[in-house]
Nanobody, 129 residues
């Protein structure tokens, strides 16, 4: 089974940028998977951030990150990236990468964390004011 590994988190100041990466562990591939990012702030539920379909043709974003975050995938490198710009203290959370096979569903499906069958362990992002 494909395992996911996130990296790139850290402590930054408001207005800074970070790029998170999600790769398949042990040289496996997730080229036929739609990949999403979710985040969970302390004491809160895990929320949808963004998703990219396996073909890369469709992306969806939470309103709170639209215009600041960009998801992309590099199929050769077998990696999905989350570029986060203009970070705010409210972006502080553990960020999780998730995967679901195929791409035949709509935005409401991909915004639901229950739709995903594979998850990474998460990477902490802390934004200071």
């Amino acid at each position: 089974q494909v395992q996911l590994v996130e990296s790139g988190g850290g402590l930054v100041q408001a207005g800074d940028s970070l790029r998170l990466s999600c790769a398949a562990a042990s040289g496996r591939t997730f080229s036929r998977y739609t990949m999403g990012w979710f985040r969970q702030a302390p004491g809160k539920d895990r929320d949808f951030v963004t998703v990219i379909t396996w073909s890369g043709r469709r992306t969806y974003y939470a309103d709170s990150v639209k215009g600041r975050f960009t998801i992309s995938r590099h199929k050769t490198e077998n990696t999905v990236y989350l570029q986060m710009n203009s970070l705010k203290p409210e972006d502080t959370a553990v960020y999780y990468c998730a995967a679901v096979p195929g791409e035949g569903w709509g935005g409401s499906f991909y915004r639901n964390q229950a739709s995903y069958s594979l998850w990474g362990q998460g990477t902490q992002v802390t934004v200071s004011s």
